[in-house]
């Protein structure tokens, strides 16, 4: 079993869950997050929001995979998720070692 954390942008996260719903994924969480990382420069379009200036809106995707399915799973995401721009998020493979 392994669990991929996806970050992606708030405006892509019905997409991403709608190509996940036929997708073979054992269970699932989404949460909304803040965060920065090589964009923190580029905030200019939140200034008049109330979000704080230093993280940007985006949502995680938690998913728990079977082995042999998660490259599957990861490229679906991927595909759907990624624009090629800076502040595209981040995916997170890991073990699970217990599952209950």
Do not use: N
């Not at 624009?83 to 073990?95: E, N, S, T, V, W």
């Amino acid at each position: 079993m392994k669990q991929i954390i996806a970050i992606v942008r708030p405006h892509l996260a019905e997409q991403v869950l709608d190509g996940l719903r036929r997708a073979p994924i054992e269970a699932m969480s989404v949460l909304e997050v803040k965060g920065f990382g090589r964009q923190k420069s580029y905030l200019d379009e939140y200034q008049e929001t109330d979000f704080d200036q230093t993280f940007m809106p985006k949502i995680e995707i938690t998913l728990w995979v079977d082995d042999t399915r998660c490259e599957e799973v990861m490229e679906r995401v991927i595909s759907i998720a990624r624009c090629g721009r800076i502040g595209d998020g981040k995916i997170f493979l890991m073990p699970v070692s217990e599952f209950l």
